[in-house]
Antibody
Framework: QVQLQESGPGLVKPSQTLSLTCTVS??????????WSWIRQHPGKGLEWIGY???????YYNPSLKSRLSMSVDTSKSQFSLKLNSVTAADTAIYYC??????????????WGQGSLVTVSS | DIQMTQSPSSVSASVGDRVTITCRAS??????LAWYQQKPGKAPKNLIF???SLQSGVPSRFSGSGSGTEFTLTITSLQPEDFATYYC?????????FGGGTKVEIK
């Protein structure tokens, strides 16, 4: 059973960079058809897809965040990471890492981390 | 971006009731739709993928239907553990987008 665990600072100052890492266990980060994703949820609100990275390093970022976003993957550590720069209070949210599984006729988020609350405040 | 609109935004129901949640896409997404259940303080959990395929381990009282722009999630005989918020999500095109959620509350 694949498990995901987010880690990173819970408090970030405005204008600084939010950095989170997701550690994968119980499965290979190099699996075909697995897209390593980030999703966030503002307090009490709905879900917003941030983007994904494939084990090869290819990425797709939500255009709404693209200018401030970067993702990376470290297959040797079974980890993938998110960096969001120039943060504001609007970036305060629970950040989830998740696996997007893609097949011929399906595409959905199967495994999720427990979520990491990141607060942007001075 | 494809907009996903769920209705109702909340519903009050009793144990044993049948509940239907609707999700509408702003353009044709064929059957590239998934449903998730989220309980307070927990990560979402996939219930349905490809519009109508039941995820392994999910009770058969959950079912999904639809194609194109209109989809439904039905819970027959609502159970106490089903009180949660439900989200639809389209996977037809990037960026992936979610519906605003439907909260199923105890009546």
């Amino acid at each position: 059973q694949v498990q995901l665990q987010e880690s990173g600072p819970g408090l970030v100052k405005p204008s600084q960079t939010l950095s989170l890492t997701c550690t994968v266990s119980g499965g290979s980060i190099s699996s075909d058809g697995y897209y390593w994703s980030w999703i966030r949820q503002h307090p009490g609100k709905g879900l917003e897809w941030i983007g994904y990275i494939y084990y090869s390093g290819s990425t797709y970022y939500n255009p709404s965040l693209k200018s401030r976003l970067s993702m990376s993957v470290d297959t040797s550590k079974s980890q993938f990471s998110l960096k969001l720069n120039s943060v504001t209070a609007a970036d305060t949210a629970i950040y989830y890492c998740a696996i997007k599984i893609v097949g011929t006729f399906f595409d959905y988020f199967d495994y999720w981390g427990q979520g990491s609350l990141v607060t942007v405040s001075s | 971006d494809i907009q996903m609109t769920q209705s109702p935004s909340s519903v009050s129901a009793s144990v044993g009731d049948r509940v239907t949640i609707t999700c509408r896409a702003s353009q044709d997404i064929s059957t590239w739709l998934a449903w998730y259940q989220q309980k307070p303080g927990k990560a979402p959990k996939n219930l349905i993928f490809a519009a109508s395929s039941l995820q392994s381990g999910v009770p058969s009282r959950f079912s999904g239907s639809g194609s194109g722009t209109e989809f439904t999630l039905t819970i027959t005989s609502l159970q106490p553990e089903d009180f949660a918020t439900y989200y639809c999500q389209q996977a037809k095109s990037l960026p992936l987008t979610f519906g605003g959620g439907t909260k199923v509350e105890i009546k």
